[in-house]
């Protein structure tokens, strides 16, 4: 590299000039722009490893703890499901939102939405499509911020119910007249893995609906499963129904094939009968 040095005189004092050849100014010119991509790649580096130590806000997962079948209203007797899950402690979740579909990747757009402050569970109809089915169920929570920004489970824990065909009641007959207190009680039960049985009776006064009983079945052999084909008759001793008076009355049966203490994945039946009860 040349480097000249000229001593020169201006207005009487001595000055040093410093000239640089061609090739020293493209040299420095290159050091220059190394040096300034160094520092773009130095920020670019650090900028994404903030990026890496900061990960988008999100909230636990929810986890479902009860799925099972029952009557939604007694009024009308159709079918619904029950979903419960498990509470977030975090006060930061303003509402939790159900997701339902048949196939368990699909669960894409939300049912219903639950507000914190409610109990954790919701019941819903029935999805109505051929027997034997399986339905999926998941729930997220939302959380709602000042600015509006909505922040939410980043996963979600699915869960199911398998709703069987459901078994044939021989008594009480739909729209029967049962006279007195003992109410005689029989269905047909077909299952090869085994079924456990529960009974349960509503009934109208006033026109408010309410469940008067619910059993096992058979009631001599509690929470032992039936097997096979058979006949399960049964006898329920009821309330005196006063002279003159008619009580509207729901009977239904619920079968659950499980021998776990598990209360999602089920695989469930449920059937009702209509009847009335009148005094002897």
């Given at each position: 590299m040349e480097l000249l040095w000229h001593r020169v005189k201006w207005?009487?004092?001595n000055s040093?000039?410093?000239r640089f050849t061609f090739f020293e100014s493209r040299n420095m010119q290159s050091r220059g722009l190394k040096f300034f991509f160094a520092l773009l790649c130095f920020w670019a580096f650090t900028g994404?490893?903030?990026?890496?130590?900061h990960p988008p806000p999100s909230l636990n997962t929810v986890h479902l703890k009860d799925i099972h079948l029952q009557i939604s209203d007694p009024a009308s007797g159709a079918p619904a499901v029950y979903i419960g899950w498990e509470k977030l402690s975090d006060p930061k979740v303003s509402y939790y939102e159900v997701y339902q579909s048949f196939n368990k990747d699909s669960l894409i757009h939300s049912i219903v939405t639950q507000l914190a402050s409610d109990s954790p569970r919701v019941v819903r109809a029935l999805p109505d499509s051929a027997q034997p089915m399986t339905v999926y169920y998941a729930v997220r929570?939302?959380?709602v911020e000042a600015t509006g920004q909505k922040v939410i489970s980043d996963t979600l824990a699915v869960d199911s119910i398998t709703v069987l065909p459901s078994f044939s009641i021989h008594s009480p007959g739909p729209n029967s007249v049962q006279v007195g207190r003992d109410l005689t009680i029989e269905l047909d039960v077909s299952s090869n893995q085994g079924i456990l049985l529960k009974a349960v009776l509503y009934?109208?006064?006033?026109?408010v609906w309410s469940i008067k009983q619910q059993c096992c079945l058979p009631q001599n052999n509690c929470n032992n499963p039936v097997f096979g084909t058979s006949s399960q008759p049964e006898t329920l001793t009821l309330e005196t129904v006063?002279?003159?008076d008619t009580l509207a009355s729901l009977l239904c049966f619920q079968g659950t094939e499980?021998?776990?203490a598990k209360l999602t994945g089920?695989?469930?039946s449920l059937i009702c009968s209509r009847f009335s009860r009148v005094a002897q």
């Open positions: 207005n009487g004092y040093t000039v410093h994404m490893q903030c990026s890496e130590q929570a939302v959380a009934e109208r006064k006033a026109n006063a002279p003159g499980s021998f776990e089920l695989n469930q």
